[in-house]
């Protein structure tokens, strides 16, 4: 498949990063150092120029392209690109778009704006940012086969009641698998798929799959002092600020949320009513104090600057908040925020890019979730009468599959079945996976 990537930032740096190994990748961007070096760091073809411009695209090989993805940081410029390219090319058009308001005029008509799909960064942020608040010990939750099935991804504690047992002991959940490991820290992070003999360290982060109350069990075990979220204060009034606190309303929840200008405070009281707005600076602390910051059980840091976000979590930690969630612009921030006391980073970019990334693999597969900026996939396949797993067990069907697979979970007709080695796979079965970075090629093939 070739690729052609306008828009060479982080986005559109790591689409390219975790596309140009199994397809050929031409990056488009009007900033020829940036192209150059991308060069040098991944096999793909550069091109420097303007990606709305028709004769830029032709000198990428549009008409010879399969998708083009437009990733730049403007809206505008993203939406003429795909139209662009539409104009001398049947590729399929993925545009990102930071505002909501795009998405919601192209959900009206299908192809507006000369794109087949699109990804809205503020929305898909707020989406993230509440999917972990859903499950507050989650670093990471994906769900599969419409809900029947959940992934989540741990870090364990110190102190955790599962630290430094063996996975046969930890496993005491009847549709829960542990698929992975994911130990040591950066480039020297290696993936351990756990035996029954594996011992699960403090500082590990465990990735399992099961069903979604199994889930929340493992949960509470692993972080018996986090219980069911009630009460969620979101600090910040932005765009993601706004859907997050929509998407928590939407699901049950009554969250407050925090904003200092009366102009935007006022609006969004308009927009939430399921929401108290307040009309502060979070950073204030007589005024948490006030509102009993100390009680809340997440804080969601959501301003349009990564350092209040970083004062206003840690702050909230200081006076008592179980968890606090930042969203977090620079990609490079993640690590140090989650190092000095935040205990979710979600950066709306690496979120961006493994959405993209995913649709573009899930024209081969049901569903995907990538794990740790591309270190591993989590994949649904609807089995078929080629797979290896097609009329035989899962013991018997490992042997032909690659290292770093591993089966989570299987639905049928829309029920869970517990996979165990003796399962025998049917045609027709959708099969949840955790699959290696090295192995997905092979395993794909083979599944």
């Known amino acids: 498949m070739y690729v052609v990537i306008v828009g060479a930032g982080e986005v559109g740096s790591a689409i390219a990063d975790s596309l140009a190994g199994s397809h050929d990748v031409a990056v488009v961007d009007i900033d020829g150092d940036r192209v150059e070096e ?23 090989g549009i008409a010879d392209a399969d998708i083009l993805i437009a990733s730049t940081n403007d809206d505008e410029t993203n939406l003429v690109t795909c139209g ?18 795009f998405l919601r005029t192209w959900e009206r008509s299908a192809g507006a704006f000369g794109v087949n799909h699109m990804v809205a960064t503020n929305l898909l942020t707020a989406e993230t940012v509440t999917r972990v608040v859903g499950l507050p010990a989650a670093q990471d939750v994906e769900t599969f086969s419409d809900g029947v099935v959940q992934m989540a991804e741990f870090e ?10 063996t996975v046969a002991t930890a496993d005491r959940y009847e549709s829960l698998t542990f698929a992975a490991i994911l130990r040591g820290d950066g480039d020297a992070e290696e993936v351990v798929i756990p035996r029954g003999d594996t011992t699960i360290r403090a500082g590990d982060e465990v990735v399992v799959i099961g069903s ?81 910051i100390g009680d809340v059980d997440v804080v969601v840091a959501a301003l349009d600057n990564d350092e209040k976000n970083l004062l206003a979590c840690l702050l909230a930690k200081r006076l008592g908040a179980d968890r606090a969630v930042a969203v977090v612009d620079t990609g490079e921030y993640v690590p140090l ?17 493994e959405e993209i ?43 032909d599959l690659p290292d770093g697979v591993v089966v989570g979970a299987i639905t049928r007709d829309g029920e869970l079945v517990i996979p165990r080695g003796d399962t025998v796979v049917e045609v027709g079965d959708h099969v949840v996976v955790f699959v290696g970075r090295e192995s997905l090629d092979a395993a794909t093939a083979a599944l």
């Open 38 to 60: 991308l060069m040098y760091d991944i096999d793909v073809l550069g091109v420097t120029g303007d990606g709305a411009e028709l004769e830029t695209l032709r000198e990428a």
């Open 84 to 101: 662009t390219a539409l104009t001398i090319s049947d590729a399929f058009t993925i545009s990102r778009v930071k505002e909501a308001k």
């Open 156 to 165: 364990i504690r110190t102190g955790s009641p599962v630290a430094d047992q």
């Open 212 to 292: 979604p109350e199994s889930v929340r069990s493992f949960a509470a075990d692993i972080a018996p002092e986090v219980n069911g979220v009630k009460n969620v204060v979101v600090v910040g009034g932005s765009d993601v600020g706004y859907h997050t606190a929509r998407l928590l309303q939407d699901r049950g929840l009554k969250p407050r949320l925090v904003e200092q200008d009366p102009v935007r405070a006022r609006e969004l009281a308009e927009e939430l009513d399921g929401t108290t707005v307040l009309e502060s600076d979070a950073t204030d602390r007589e005024f948490l104090e006030r509102e009993r």
């Open 337 to 353: 925020f989650e190092a000095v006391g935040v205990d979710v980073a979600v950066n709306p970019r690496e979120a961006t890019a």
């Open 357 to 399: 990334t995913r649709f573009t693999r899930e024209r081969q597969a049901e569903n995907v979730a990538i794990i740790e900026s591309d270190r591993a996939e989590v994949l649904e396949i609807e089995v078929g009468d080629d797979s290896v797993l097609a009329g035989r067990p899962i013991r018997e069907a490992v042997a």
